[in-house]
C-alpha cells in the first residue's frame, strides 16, 4: 500500500487537488473534514489535532486500495510523524488561510516529496501520478498534436507543451523538415534531442517525437473525430522569439 499526505493551509486547493489526483491513480480518499464530520469532533485545539491525526492514520492503513489519499491540514512535525506517509505533498500555494489561529500554529514541512506553488492542479496531478505510477504511451488513446519547427526549442514551446498535455494526457510532436529553408539551422536530430532533455525529466513517456514534412496548410472537410483547439499562453511566454535567441546565439 501506498499512503499518500496531501497537506496545507486552509484554502490551498487540498481537496480540489485530491479529486483530480484520485481519479488518475484509482485510490481512495480519506478527508479530514468528512471524517471530523463523522466522529462528530471539531476539536481544533492541539490535541484535538494531534488525535484526528491519529484517526486518519489509523482508517488509511486499515483501507483496501492500493494507493490511499489523505488531505488534512496536518500542521504540526508530530502530526507528520504520526501519520506516517510514503509521499507528502505540500500544497504551498498561499502565506495565509482564513483562520488566524492556524496560520499562527502551522509548522511548515521541512521534509516532503513535492511542493505545489501554483493552482494548475490538472499538470502536477500529471506530474505526481507518474512518479507514483510510471506512465505507458498507448497509440490507441486520444493524442493531442503539437507542430512547428522549435528552432530552437525554448520555454514558450516548453509552456505550450504543458497546456497541450494537459488536454488528452499525451502528446505527439512533430517536427517541420526545415533545415537550412531560410533562419532554420538546426537539423531534426539535434531539435529532438533538444527538446528531449527538456521534456524527459517530469514527462517521461508522456510524448513521442516525429519528423514531418514542411507543413504549410492544414484542410479539412468535415470536422470528424478531432478538435483543433487554440492555446493562450500569458504575453510574457508569447513575446519569447526564436528569431531572438538564435542571434543571441550567433553573437556568442
Partial sequence: M????????????????TKILKKKLNADWINADVIRKQYRDWDFSRKGIIRQSLRMHNLSIKSKQKIVIADFICPFKKCREIFKADFTIWMNTIKKGRFNRMNKIFQKPKNFDYEIKDFNSKLHSIIISDKL???????????????????????????????????????????????????????????????????????KNRFKILKAPNITNICYGRTVGYKFNYIKLPLVIQKISSTKIRKKLRSR
Fill in 2 to 17: 501506498t499512503r499518500i499526505l496531501i497537506m496545507g493551509l486552509p484554502g490551498s486547493g487540498k481537496t480540489y487537488f
Fill in 133 to 203: 505510477k510510471p506512465y505507458k504511451w498507448n497509440n490507441k488513446k486520444p493524442t493531442s498534436l503539437m507542430m512547428g519547427r522549435f528552432q530552437p526549442f525554448h520555454e514558450g514551446h516548453y509552456k505550450l507543451f504543458e497546456k497541450i498535455l494537459i488536454k488528452k494526457g499525451q502528446v505527439l510532436i512533430f517536427i517541420k523538415d526545415v533545415y537550412k529553408i531560410r533562419d532554420n539551422p538546426f537539423k531534426f536530430s539535434k531539435i529532438k534531442k533538444m527538446i528531449s532533455l527538456k521534456l524527459n525529466k517530469l514527462y
